[in-house]
């Protein structure tokens, strides 16, 4: 039983040593800094419609603007990072040295996505910790001007801005395992990416499919219908900062469910990226 769970322990220690290492390589990268830089700029742009005095609307205008920033560059990110942390080891044959060492396929996979979803969380923290920043210093200067729109306090609530960037982050972790996924028998990044794009659009009309599935005649295209909406993840899900905007709260326990539903593809994706990788000649 001790060598069981030593070797376990040991299994875990190698995919969280590569996951720091991918982290790293993806931090110096100039994309990360160059997305960051057109989010911040976006955000501040959204600065230039105070002169038009819009009271408690330009608050939901920035805030819509920081969501949308946060999925569109985010997605770009999770994409590129994940399809050049994993197949940039092969491009580069690093890989041959990396599995030449006590280290499984399922260890360096677990890993790369480790590396990419730390990326990931770390863009958007930044980003979510800006939006909130920038927020409260526009609401703290509407209130000074318009008193009697804020006559009960502050109308936004910066944990639900909070909650939505981490479900950003569960989002793009199900996108990054995808592209993981296809890069585990791709034979080109530039495939990994085109497919993750793809995907990521499927993705968010994913529900669309639901919606229809059942309510044609055809017995192929409800198949069809079928396959996609169980397949793919439903990203739509996730797009709940309008509510947000309008000074709506989610439960706990919608926040529960869509990490639930998150991990659930995730470990999925991956599993199947383990398998295939599994069976890759390199």
């Not at 742009?45 to 205008?61: A, I, P, R, T, V």
């Not at 499984?104 to 923290?125: D, H, M, N, Q, T």
């Not at 085109?194 to 192929?220: E, K, M, P, R």
Request: proline share 1%; with cysteine.
């Amino acid at each position: 039983m001790n060598e069981k769970l030593n070797l376990s322990f040991w299994n875990m220690r190698h995919a969280w040593l590569i996951g720091k290492t991918s982290y790293l390589e993806t931090v110096r990268m100039k994309l990360f800094y160059a997305l960051l830089a057109l989010s911040l700029f976006s955000l501040g742009c959204s600065f230039l419609l105070q002169e038009f005095n819009f009271g408690s609307d330009e608050l939901k205008f920035i805030m819509d603007f920081g969501f949308g920033g946060m999925t569109f560059f985010g997605s770009i990110l999770a994409i590129v990072t994940a399809s050049q942390l994993f197949y940039g080891e092969i491009e580069d044959r690093t890989v041959f040295t990396i599995l030449a060492k006590p280290i499984r396929r399922s260890e360096f996979v677990v890993g790369k996505f480790i590396g990419a979803w730390f990326c990931i969380v770390s863009f958007v923290l930044c980003l979510t910790l800006c939006l909130m920043l920038s927020l409260f210093v526009r609401e703290s200067i509407l209130m000074s001007q318009y008193p009697e729109v804020f006559s009960e306090g502050r109308l936004l609530n910066y944990l639900d801005v909070l909650g939505f960037g981490f479900m950003q982050c569960v989002r793009l972790g199900m996108l990054g395992s995808i592209v993981i996924l296809f890069s585990s028998y791709a034979t080109s990044s530039l495939f990994s990416i085109i497919i993750g794009v793809v995907t990521w659009i499927l993705g968010q009309l994913q529900h669309l499919a639901v919606n229809a599935w059942g309510q044609y005649d055809s017995l192929f295209l409800n198949t069809i219908l079928f396959i996609v909406s169980i397949a793919l993840p439903n990203f739509h899900l996730y797009d709940f900062g309008d509510k947000i905007a309008l000074g709506e709260s989610a439960s706990i326990s919608v926040y529960l469910q869509l990490v639930g539903y998150g991990a659930l593809y995730c470990a999925l994706y991956l599993s199947l990226a383990v398998l295939s990788f599994r069976e890759r000649e390199l």
